[in-house]
């Protein structure tokens, strides 16, 4: 968590409009003794030089240290250095703070065979590294493992949680979605494709050091499974999505501009509650394989967040999978355990409490996602959508997404952009 620390001049003024405040006597006893102490004020801002040194990822069997670009976040600001032939970056005059620190870069197929020698057919990878919440406090050489992560070609691009406010101020839930992108050359077939909603309770359920000692670091809790349906292909042309609503109607009409007219959505989440959500009987069921709360069959997209999600395929039937209670309990809820080995896109989603995001409550694990993403707001209800940033424009013509395996870089936030939209 930040700490405010004052600057020397800052202290030294504060210091001397406190004793001279004081009456001359008390000042004479007690100025030598405040002066003259061993505090060094300055030492708390003292500007740093930091290196960071970058370690390849274990499948590489030939070495690429140099020129690559690290960044030091704070806030929204980031400092960029580039790494030399040992894979060092050098940061100088940083000041002691908490930081984010990462690194990305992408890879050719070609390129991956020759640093891999491996010949499988890929359209590219990336290589990936993150440190969350990294306390910098003296000069020091920081660590920074890297990931390598194959391109994918269907992938999480957006998540609309936040939900609104209608028209007479009442809390608006039934725009929610999820947004998927295809960002390869070639069509993709969506069919079959699993959609996951990680465990989100407000005491977490399992901690990730809890999953780790019980285990192994090898499953994610998931408290709800959906599925495209796989009777017949759906085919996702290049620089598609595919979207997944709950209720497939124009919102707009409804409410007001924070929401969305989501009519010509691909897939609807079916309520069967004794409330439900309007439906729309033109849109395609999604397929409701598992959810742990028997009153809810559409997407339990929480407003403030937690809201993390997973896609993955098997040709294993998940309901088949262990189930859990929370950690330590005996009855109550129950989580799916899909084996990580299954993932192929997780997008972390925390909550954005008034003292900030605890990235302790992370349920992915960094392989899935380095970091993580949130809405602006504490409690939800401003309609906004947190989505993929825009890498570049391939060849094809259609945008790529950033996919660095690291959330906090990937991804952003607007109240304005609109499904299937992305930035240019």
């Not at 359920?205 to 019980?214: C, G, R």
């Not at 994610?220 to 796989?230: D, M, S, T, W, Y």
């Not at 707001?377 to 959508?385: D, I, L, Q």
Request: glycine share 6%; aromatic share 8%.
């Amino acid at each position: 968590m930040y700490k405010f620390r004052p600057s020397f001049a800052a202290t030294r003024r504060w210091t001397l409009r406190l004793l001279t405040a004081l009456s001359p006597l008390v000042w004479g006893g007690i100025a030598g003794g405040l002066l003259t102490a061993c505090v060094n004020f300055e030492d708390a801002t003292h500007a740093l030089d930091v290196q960071v040194q970058l370690t390849m990822p274990q499948e590489f069997t030939a070495s690429d240290f140099a020129g690559h670009e690290v960044a030091m976040i704070l806030g929204t600001q980031r400092i960029i250095a580039t790494t030399n032939d040992q894979g060092i970056a050098t940061f100088k005059g940083i000041v002691p703070d908490v930081y984010d620190i990462s690194c990305s870069w992408e890879l050719s197929a070609d390129d991956y065979r020759k640093m891999t020698a491996d010949q499988q057919v890929v359209s590219g990878a990336t290589v990936s590294g993150a440190l969350n919440a990294r306390l910098i406090k003296e000069t020091e050489t920081i660590v920074l493992p890297t990931k390598l992560s194959i391109n994918r070609d269907i992938l999480i691009g957006k998540i609309y949680y936040a939900g609104s406010k209608d028209n007479n101020n009442r809390n608006y839930d039934a725009g929610k979605y999820v947004e998927l992108y295809n960002q390869s050359d070639n069509e993709a077939d969506a069919s079959g494709l699993y959609i996951g909603l990680v465990e989100a309770e407000s005491n977490q359920a399992y901690t990730l050091e809890n999953l780790h000692n019980a285990f192994a670091d090898s499953v994610v809790l998931l408290k709800q499974v959906f599925r495209i349906p796989a009777d017949k292909p759906h085919m996702v042309a290049s620089g598609g999505t595919v979207l997944i609503v709950n209720s497939a109607i124009d919102h707009k009409a409804n409410n007001n501009d924070m929401e969305h007219d989501l009519t010509d959505a691909d897939f609807e989440a079916k309520d069967h509650s004794s409330r439900p959500v309007p439906n729309n009987p033109n849109t395609p069921a999604l397929e409701l394989i598992y959810t742990m709360y028997p009153s809810i069959s559409i997407m339990n997209l929480v407003q403030s967040g937690p809201c993390s999600v997973v896609i993955f395929r098997t040709d294993e039937a998940p309901t088949a999978w262990p189930k859990v209670y929370a950690f330590g309990k005996t009855s109550g809820n129950q989580w799916i355990l899909l084996p990580k080995r299954l993932i192929i896109d997780g997008v972390e989603v925390l909550t954005n409490k008034a003292t900030g995001i605890d990235v302790k409550t992370k349920r992915l694990y960094d392989d899935i996602d380095a970091g993580y993403t949130n809405i602006n707001a504490t409690t939800g209800r401003n309609g906004e959508t947190v989505y993929r940033r825009t890498s570049k424009q391939a060849d094809a013509g259609h945008v790529i997404l950033m996919d660095t395996n690291n959330s906090s870089n990937d991804f952003t936030t607007s109240t304005t952009i609109k499904p299937r939209e992305y930035d240019k």
